[in-house]
């Protein structure tokens, strides 16, 4: 009976102690993931900050990127309630920035069309 239960509480720590292992190089592969992704987005928020100050001074251009900080809601016109504005195609979005009317791509967020 000594014997069985010897070997039973051994199998139980081994599994433990593999399980442990386990668990440790599964966290580590998880923080790593986690690390990289907010590295790449922070690397892309300082990328958004030296190139702000150019959108800070009207200059929209068809082709460039349409920043990150203008996607909210409150910035969206509808197209509906001002005459000088086209209507957007399939995937395309009219905002109002410092009183301009940008039309964006949403899918790759570059500007296609400025009204002043």
Excluded: C, E
């Amino acid at each position: 009976m000594n014997k069985i239960f010897t070997a039973v509480v051994l199998s139980f720590s081994a599994f433990a102690a593999t399980s442990a292992m386990a668990d440790s190089r599964y966290n580590h592969h998880n923080d790593h993931r986690y690390n990289s992704y907010n590295n790449s987005y922070n690397n892309h928020d300082r990328w958004d900050q030296h190139h702000n100050n150019r959108w800070n001074n009207n200059s929209w251009r068809s082709g460039h990127y349409f920043p990150s900080q203008y996607h909210s809601s409150r910035y969206v016109v509808n197209y509906k309630n001002y005459r000088h504005l086209s209507k957007p195609s399939r995937y395309q979005q009219w905002y109002k920035v410092n009183g301009d009317y940008v039309l964006v791509n949403q899918r790759d967020h570059r500007i296609i069309r400025v009204v002043r």
